[in-house]
Antibody, heavy 120, light 105 residues
């Protein structure tokens, strides 16, 4: 069965960076993409971007351009999302989700979420 | 940038009733690129509908999606207790609506 297992909760100071991992299993990793979505406490869903696990192509949300980098390691079927220059409003649960190889795609399987807390 | 506006913000209904949730886009959206998700407290979202009207794997047929252009609808024909949750629409690879909370009346 398809599973996406994310890394554990993180606490970071403002200005620091965080890197969240998402290990996929139960399907051919390079036949799909991975999207990242975040959700601030009590708020709605925010799409952050997408990466093709086939060739590494990316598409980032404009507001995060320059601060976010998404990568994959096909040898371990793992996707990564790094967010730099963290601010308090980056505090959120970060989700990875399986998407198609097209940049415009829905998300059919989701990870359990990783809480990132940014606090001094 | 296309903005998705969902209505109502909160919908109060009883089990067995029919729920109709709206998602309106500020510009025309290709029907192929509209999805609906369900999210329960403390859980990740779950894909319900993709391509505006196709049910995802394992989704009961009481859930249906329709619409085109700027107006899309998620309908739950007969509410079950487990359907009370928050529902989001999304334009593929882009923004989500702000959500509709479906609560028990």
């Amino acid at each position: 069965q398809v599973q996406l297992v994310q890394s554990g909760a993180e606490v970071k100071k403002p200005g620091a960076s965080v890197k969240v991992s998402c290990k996929a299993s139960g399907y051919t990793f390079t036949s799909y993409g991975i999207s990242w979505v975040r959700q601030a406490p009590g708020q709605g869903l925010e799409w952050m971007g997408w990466i093709s696990a086939y060739n590494g192509n990316t598409n980032y949300a404009q507001k995060l351009q320059g601060r976010v980098t998404m990568t994959t390691d096909t040898s371990t079927s793992t996707a990564y999302m790094e967010l730099r220059s963290l601010r308090s409003d980056d505090t959120a649960v970060y989700y990875c989700a399986r998407s198609t190889l097209y940049t415009l795609s829905h998300c059919d399987y989701w990870g359990q979420g990783t809480l990132v807390t940014v606090s001094s | 940038e296309i903005v998705l506006t969902q209505s109502p913000g909160t919908l109060s209904l009883s089990p067995g009733e029919r729920a109709t949730l709206s998602c309106r886009a500020s510009q025309s959206v290709s029907s192929s690129y509209l999805a609906w998700y369900q999210q329960k407290p403390g859980q990740a979202p779950r894909l319900l509908i993709y391509g505006a009207s196709s049910r995802a794997t394992g989704i009961p047929d009481r859930f249906s999606g329709s619409g085109s252009g700027t107006d899309f609808t998620l309908t739950i024909s007969r509410l079950e207790p487990e359907d009370f949750a928050v529902y989001y629409c999304q334009q593929y690879g882009s923004f989500f609506g702000q959500g509709t909370k479906l609560e028990i009346k």
